[in-house]
T-cell receptor
């Protein structure tokens, strides 16, 4: 059974700091891994999608890596800003047919001005 | 392009009542998913439609939950009768079929916060 774990559960950093969020999964047989952002009372916004054959994806100040063999992914946020404060969720797709996602519990990030 | 729309955004009902949640996916997205997050837990998969057909309903908690997608457009999720443990946020997501789905990922709605009292 696939399980996704995110560490830490919460993180508070000063503005400008670089930070890393961690995601681990128990079964390396995944199709892709996706990082989402959720603001309070809002839906999930897709940040980065990494296919199982890829090692990393970048978008602006965000960089996500994937190591399937070790069951790990990291989301690197450079030069953090108060607007980055949100909950970050990691999810893996375990089937190419159904697209069913298995989510971690998320990391709540606070960036202090 | 309009996003995934869900309504109502909030619903408070009494135990034993019926509630129907609605999701309008992005136009042309044949895949439609329902997920749920209960307090303190991770978001969990409920079911998946491909057009009007249920592809995977392995996450549906019990037979008090009924999902439909008539005509392959919008979907409804009915809870009847509602229980206290059904409280949570219900998310809908949609994606296009085939390779684009796996490449582009999913678009989620803002969710419906259901409170059963």
């Amino acid at each position: 059974k696939q399980e996704v774990t995110q560490i830490p559960a919460a993180l508070s950093v000063p503005e400008g700091e670089n930070l890393v969020l961690n995601c681990s999964f128990t079964d390396s047989a995944i199709y892709n891994l996706q990082w989402f952002r959720q603001d309070p009372g809002k839906g999930l916004t897709s940040l980065l999608l990494i296919q199982s054959s890829q090692r990393e994806q970048t978008s602006g100040r965000l960089n996500a890596s994937l190591d399937k063999s070790s069951g790990r992914s990291t989301l690197y946020i450079a030069a953090s800003q108060p607007g980055d404060s949100a909950t970050y969720l990691c999810a893996v797709s375990i089937s190419g047919n159904t697209g069913k996602l298995i989510f971690g519990q998320g990391t709540t990030l606070q960036v202090k001005p | 392009e309009a996003g995934v729309t869900q309504f109502p955004s909030h619903s408070v009902i009494e135990k034993g009542q019926t509630v129907t949640l609605r999701c309008d996916p992005i136009s042309g997205h044949d895949n439609l998913y329902w997920y749920r997050r209960v307090m303190g837990k991770e978001i969990k998969f409920l079911l998946h439609f491909v057009k009007e057909s249920k592809q995977d309903e392995s996450g549906m908690p019990n037979n008090r939950f009924l999902a439909e997608r008539t005509g392959g457009t919008y979907s409804t999720l009915k809870v009847q009768p509602a229980e206290l443990e059904d409280s949570g946020v219900y998310f809908c997501a949609s994606s296009p079929l085939g390779g684009r789905s796996l490449r582009d990922g999913y678009t989620f709605g803002s969710g419906t916060r259901l409170t059963v009292v």
